[in-house]
C-alpha cells in the first residue's frame, strides 16, 4: 500500500483493503481491479493505466501466494518449488531462479510471511514501514543475477524475498512438493 506515498492513513488503508476484499469475493479480473484501483486513488496519484495494472498484477500475486502458503501449512508440507513462465517475456531475474531450480523450505517462507502481517502501519511510519519490508522481503536487484560464460542466468546470490513476486511484474508461482 506505499504506492500512495504522503497519503498512508488509516482512511485510504481501509479503502484498499475494503477493494481488495471485494474483488476477491467477486473474483475480478486483474483488469478489473487495475481500473477499481485507479478510479479509487487517481486523485491522490496520477499515474497511468499501466501503472495500475501493475499495481493490480503486483497485489493479486502476493494474495495468492499468501494463500498458497498457507495451504501448504495446513497439507503439513515442509518444502515447496518454484514455478517459472520461461516464454520471450521472462525476466533475467526469473530465468536465474529457474536455472537454480531450487527446493525452498516452507518454515522460512512462512516467516517472512507472518512478519510481513504482523507489521503495525498504524504505529511505524511510511518510511520505517518501508525500510523494514525492504529489509525483510527485499526484491531482487540485476546486480545479484549470476551469468555464465555465455552470459545465460544460471542463479541468484544475497538477500531476497523466498516466495513471489522477486520483481515487478513477476509472473512466477509457488507450487507444492509431497507432502
Known amino acids: 500500500m506505499f504506492w500512495i506515498g504522503n497519503h498512508f492513513e488509516a482512511d485510504i488503508r481501509q479503502s484498499f483493503a475494503d477493494t481488495l476484499s471485494k ?10 481491479l487495475a481500473d477499481t484501483l485507479k478510479d479509487q ?12 495494472q501493475g499495481l493490480a498484477e503486483h497485489t493479486a500475486l502476493r494474495i495468492r501466494e499468501f494463500g498458497r502458503l498457507q495451504g501448504y501449512k495446513k497439507a503439513k508440507a ?22 537454480q531450480d ?3 523450505p516452507l518454515n522460512d517462507a512462512l516467516e517472512v510471511m507472518d512478519n510481513l502481517m504482523a507489521l503495525d502501519t498504524k504505529s511505524s ?55
Open 125 to 179: 511510519s511510511l518510511d520505517d514501514a518501508r525500510e523494514y519490508i525492504k529489509a525483510l522481503a527485499p526484491w531482487i536487484k540485476d546486480d545479484q543475477i549470476e551469468y555464465d560464460s555465455e552470459m545465460n542466468p544460471i542463479g541468484v546470490s544475497g538477500a531476497h524475498t523466498p516466495f513471489p513476486p522477486f520483481h515487478w511484474k513477476c509472473r512466477t508461482q509457488t507450487a507444492l512438493l509431497s507432502v
Open 23 to 32: 474483488a476477491i469475493e467477486q473474483g475480478y479480473t486483474k483488469e478489473m
Open 102 to 104: 531450487k527446493t525452498c
Open 78 to 99: 515442509r518444502y515447496y518449488k518454484l514455478v517459472v513462465i520461461l516464454d520471450d517475456r521472462t525476466s533475467d531475474i526469473c530465468r536465474a531462479l529457474a536455472a
Open 41 to 52: 486513488f487517481n486523485d491522490l496519484t496520477n499515474r497511468s493505466s499501466h501503472y495500475w
